[in-house]
């Protein structure tokens, strides 16, 4: 009888050591998947305010349209384009220095 309890004894230990192992196993899956998705994360926010050229796809008096280069976004503006330095939607910084001036009514 005692050999059986010593058996059950160390059986109990050996599942909660493995159950243990697991939780380890299961924590640093969670940390790794965390680790990539900041990442991922910083990348995405370093890229937007790396400024994109931006699009004009209309100019007819004051009024300009241009689609943001990133989420392909449309506005409008009648001022300066200085007004949109950031797209408001995405938050992509954009570049008017680069900009292509299309003729008005095109």
Not at 4 to 12: D, G, I, M, R, S
Request: proline share 4%.
């Amino acid at each position: 009888m005692l050999l059986n309890e010593a058996l059950k004894q160390v059986e109990k230990s050996v599942m909660v050591q493995l159950k243990q192992a697991k939780v380890l196993m299961d924590l640093r899956t969670l940390g790794i998947q965390r680790k990539a998705f900041v990442k991922h994360a910083l990348e995405l926010a370093i890229s937007k305010q790396t400024p994109k050229l931006v699009v004009q796809t209309y100019i007819e008096s004051d009024t300009r349209v241009f689609d943001c280069p990133l989420c392909k976004n449309t506005w409008m503006y009648t001022n300066t384009p200085e007004e949109f330095r950031y797209c408001p939607t995405c938050g992509q910084k954009l570049d008017w220095d680069g900009n292509i001036e299309l003729e008005e009514g095109e």
